[in-house]
């Protein structure tokens, strides 16, 4: 039996071409292809810096740079996320301290990160988890008097919208994510965007081992004058390549297409659970809308354990995963939280990650919810016939 993935990137031949166009022109790591789909990236997002990346932790890492945090700072981070978002304050040798979510959104609020605010505290990386916008004006209004700079991780968060602009537009400092499990991929790849032309210059020495000027800008005058680089800081290899780069600018004119049959899908699966569990489903907050980068569903409180439920769709030819992880439940950070996480700790154990992707066809999807509803005992149907791939 073949089995209905819970992801497949929206990727073809006008990518393929891209890439190949790449290959063929002779620049295939950081180059004109990269500068090229930054500018359409800051553009899209209606914001003045974008600088391409290996990957969105590598743009986490860098965003921590840039927030000038360092040993001995605090960062308030939400447990419930990949263990990226930690990992990148670890790197710098800063203290990621864990704040609780709110349940419906699954994103920090005010009121879970203020407890945790101290005199050590130097920023707090507010994440749109699953693609649901975090509230980032709410976040900014209790941290900014303050002077705490958020960085936001929008790592899923391509194609949602915070109050009319899209999701990371108005913050100081936002990481994006190119994964595979993203709407918009590269393979591998990440964008860090900011306000600021200073930070924006000095990331892009940082991502090249901290030379003072670019390969690209190095070839452009091989014809002319000697072009010499300095390093006048320790920088790292976080750059992205030029496939990368030209698989990544035509993602991006498809982006608008995915948000919208992500969001036909989500509704469409709404309205096949019935009341009783689409209300248990990940949907729009108040402030923006999600594009629906992972649908996730709370199981009712008399479902049986989540890896039977998981078990049963396995052998029914439906491939879900467990909800989002929570960092302090995982070996590096267990024992370090300093405050109750019971909602973070309710969906890290109690949701499921349903398929969800643009080629997924109605057929598939009524197979993934009569599987799903037989599994948690509500109703029991025959899958229909000839809705799986082949």
């Given at each position: ?153 929008a790592a899923c968060a391509a194609g949602s919208v915070h109050r009319g602009r899209p999701a990371g537009a ?63 800081e320790i920088g790292f290899n976080h750059r992205m390549t030029d496939v990368q780069a030209a698989i990544g ?23 096949l659970l019935g009341a009783e569990l689409a209300d248990r489903l990940v949907g729009d907050p108040a402030h ?103």
């Amino acid at each position: 039996m073949s089995t209905i993935p819970v992801m497949i990137p929206w990727l073809g031949e006008e990518e393929a071409e891209a890439a190949a166009d790449a290959v063929r022109s002779g620049w295939v790591a950081q180059g004109p292809r990269v500068a090229a789909f930054e500018r359409a990236f800051a553009e899209h997002l209606g914001v003045p810096h974008a600088v391409a990346v290996s990957s969105c932790t590598t743009a986490l890492h860098l965003a921590m740079i840039g927030a000038g945090v360092g040993p001995g700072d605090e960062v308030v981070v939400p447990s419930l996320s990949f263990i990226a978002t930690a990992n990148a304050v670890t790197y710098v040798g800063a203290t990621p301290v864990f704040a609780d979510v709110d349940p419906a959104t699954g994103n920090l609020t005010p009121d879970t990160v203020a407890p945790l605010l101290t005199d050590r505290t130097r920023a707090v990386v507010a994440v749109d988890q699953g693609g649901v916008p975090v509230d980032l004006d709410a976040i900014r209004a209790l941290a900014g008097p303050r002077g705490i700079p958020v960085v936001q991780d929008a790592a899923c968060a391509a194609g949602s919208v915070h109050r009319g602009r899209p999701a990371g537009a108005g913050a100081e400092i936002a990481a994006y994510s190119f994964h595979p499990r993203k709407l918009l991929t590269t393979g591998e790849g990440g964008m860090v965007t900011c306000q600021d032309a200073a930070l924006a210059a000095r990331l892009r020495r940082l991502r090249e081992h901290g030379m003072s000027v670019s390969a690209a800008d190095r070839h452009a005058g091989a014809a002319g004058a000697a072009v010499v680089e300095t390093y006048d800081e320790i920088g790292f290899n976080h750059r992205m390549t030029d496939v990368q780069a030209a698989i990544g600018l035509v993602q991006l004119g498809k982006l608008p297409a995915m948000v919208a049959r992500r969001r036909e899908l989500a509704g469409r699966y709404r309205e096949l659970l019935g009341a009783e569990l689409a209300d248990r489903l990940v949907g729009d907050p108040a402030h923006g809308t999600t594009n629906y980068q992972s649908l996730w569903l709370l199981l009712p409180e008399d479902a049986p354990d989540r890896g039977e439920v998981l078990a049963r769709l396995a052998a029914d030819g439906v491939s879900a995963r467990r909800g989002i992880m929570a960092a302090h439940l995982e070996a590096p950070y267990k024992g370090t939280a300093r405050v109750p996480l019971p909602v973070t700790e309710t969906i890290t154990a109690r949701t499921l990650i349903l398929p969800l992707y643009h080629s997924l066809t109605h057929e598939q999807q009524d197979h993934v919810v009569s599987v799903l509803k037989a599994a948690l005992g509500r109703q029991a149907l025959l899958p229909p016939k000839g809705v799986l791939p082949k």
